[in-house]
């Protein structure tokens, strides 16, 4: 069965410093693993994705995602944070080898940045 | 190219009634999922339709119910309403493939009184 973990509700950093927020998954397969960020009142937008190749990835806002198959992890990280980019931000995961068509979501988890 | 429009935006509803979320997805996209987002459940996965066919199905009483029509637009429908069905309900379309990114819309909150 697939899962997602993120395990930290809240992450808070200072403008300008570097961010990482975490996620863990596992699926029976290959994984395609994604990153949305949800803003209030709003839908999910697309930030990355992963489906095979390099290990890190680049995408929307400056943000990229480094995959890790041994440590099955896909952390989202940004080299200077914005206090703009304070959002909800969820890790997604599907499995490939069962043709990836559901997709499970994280918890989610709430990113301050602080002026 | 429009995003995923939702209708409505909001919708109050009384306990035992049915209600009728409609969603239309981008141009030629052709796989639409609705997710239900709660503050204490998360997003959770409600059903997939692609080409008018429902693909993949949540764990979600059979109170719930979709389609997806010619067009690609489809409706999600809840019926016997219950106060925990109050949530924002997401719509999202694709292209279809596995590896290809969703696209939502901004979601219907569905208040139950």
């Known amino acids: 069965a697939q899962s997602v973990a993120q395990p930290e509700d809240q992450v808070n950093v200072a403008e300008g410093n570097p961010l990482t927020v975490k996620c863990t998954y596992s699926?029976?397969?290959?994984?395609?693993l994604f990153w949305y960020v949800q803003y209030p009142n709003r839908g999910l937008q697309f930030l990355l994705k992963?489906?095979?190749?390099?290990?890190l990835v680049k995408g929307s806002y400056g943000f990229e995602a480094e995959f890790n198959k041994s440590q099955t992890s896909f952390h989202l990280k940004k080299p200077s944070a914005l206090v703009s980019d304070s959002a909800l931000y969820f890790c997604?995961?599907?499995?490939?080898?069962?043709?990836?068509?559901?997709?499970?979501f994280g918890a989610g988890t709430r990113l301050f940045v602080k002026a | 190219k429009a995003g995923v429009t939702q209708t409505p935006r909001y919708l109050i509803k009384t306990r035992g009634q049915q209600v009728t979320l409609s969603c239309s997805p981008i141009?030629?996209?052709?796989?639409v999922s609705w997710y239900q987002q709660t503050p204490g459940q998360g997003l959770q996965f409600l059903f997939e339709?692609?080409?008018?066919?429902?693909?993949n199905k949540g764990n979600f009483p059979g109170r719930f119910s979709g389609r997806q029509f010619s067009n690609s637009r489809s409706e999600m429908n809840v019926s016997t309403l219950e106060l925990g069905d109050s949530a924002l309900y997401l719509c999202?379309?694709?292209?279809?493939?596995?590896?290809?990114?969703?696209?939502f819309g901004d979601g219907t909150r569905l208040s139950i009184l």
């Open positions: 999202a379309s694709s292209t279809g493939g596995g590896d290809q990114p969703q696209h």
């Open positions: 699926v029976s397969g290959n994984p395609y």
């Open positions: 992963y489906i095979t190749g390099d290990n």
């Open positions: 997604a995961v599907r499995d490939a080898n069962t043709g990836g068509f559901k997709t499970i």
């Open positions: 141009s030629g996209h052709r796989s």
């Open positions: 339709y692609f080409s008018e066919t429902q693909r």
